[in-house]
């Protein structure tokens, strides 16, 4: 197959080529219109005197505030072990994984694949429990510096 000039393949393909051209049209302008959106709010929220790190450091407090609620257990092992750990299973695998040097079957056994799923699953789960609990202990220590820091500035303000 011969590949065409860069002309004739824009030609044969015109319709194609106009459908992606306004594809990237409309993303640009909604794109635009986002960022002179978020521009606006940041201008406003200056005016009142909020800044956009506070506003992050408030969104953080919120939503530290509902997840620790769980407490650490429930969160390590089944917001953090499940979903990181869900996220980890194709690392992990791809890691762990190898081909067996006299065959050209990965696994000689059905079994030997059902115990290899196994402990990719188990592997997983482990590391998303320990990236969890690291998780907490890092989000939890600044949550308490965040509203040490919070008491301390509400009582130089009284005073």
């Not at 609620?69 to 194709?90: C, D, E, M, P, Q």
């Amino acid at each position: 197959m011969a590949s065409k000039p860069i002309i004739a393949a824009i030609k044969d393909d015109f319709y194609f080529f106009l459908l992606n051209a306004f594809i990237v049209a409309v993303a640009s302008w909604s794109f635009y219109d986002d960022a002179l959106l978020g521009l606006k709010k940041v201008a406003e929220m200056e005016e009142k005197g909020i800044t956009p790190g506070s506003l992050r450091v408030l969104d953080f407090v919120k939503i530290w505030g509902e997840k620790r609620r769980v407490g650490v257990k429930k969160y390590t092992l089944f917001n953090s072990g499940l979903l990181t750990g869900a996220l980890l299973l194709i690392p992990v695998s791809l890691l762990l994984m190898k081909k067996q040097p006299d065959s050209d079957r990965m696994f000689p056994e059905f079994s030997d694949m059902m115990l290899f799923i196994g402990e990719i699953i188990l592997i997983s789960y482990i590391l998303g429990c320990v990236i969890g609990r690291i998780k907490w202990a890092h989000n939890e220590r600044k949550y308490k510096s965040i509203a040490k820091f919070s008491v301390e500035f509400t009582s130089n303000i009284s005073e």
